[in-house]
Nanobody
Framework: QVQLVESGGGLVQPGGSLRLSCAAP????????MGWYRQAPGKQRELVAG???????SYADSVKGRFTISRDNAKNTVYLQMNSLKPEDTAVYFC?????????WGQGTQVTVSS
């Protein structure tokens, strides 16, 4: 499996914003669904948001109204716009991209929300 390339993580104050990006290499094509998971220390992995090839989106209750997932099919890239960030959003965020029989993963990017 080829690793997806993530970017955009970092340190931000509560109430701030970040945008995460996740790009599939050119060797990956015919991607169906894409999405984002996150995992904080000592906690279970959580599905944050997903988006189908047709643009249908879904969100965890904890991020509804604050996060927006989108994709650029021409670039094979998925984004996660995160607004009104809270300390509880602190985690490592992992993107994924699905083909018929394969799920590809990003390397993870750290998001830290703190004063």
């Amino acid at each position: 499996q080829v690793q997806l390339v993530e970017s955009g993580g970092g340190l931000v104050q509560p109430g701030g914003s970040l945008r995460l990006s996740c790009a599939a290499p050119g060797s990956i094509f015919s991607i169906n669904a894409m999405g984002w998971y996150r995992q904080a220390p000592g906690k279970q992995r959580e599905l944050v948001a997903g988006i189908t090839s047709g643009g249908t989106t879904s969100y965890a209750d904890s991020v509804k109204g604050r996060f927006t997932i989108s994709r650029d099919n021409a670039k094979n890239t998925v984004y996660l716009q995160m607004n009104s960030l809270k300390p509880e959003d602190t985690a490592v965020y992992f993107c994924h991209a699905d083909k018929r029989y394969t799920r590809y993963w990003g390397q993870g990017t750290q998001v830290t929300v703190s004063s």
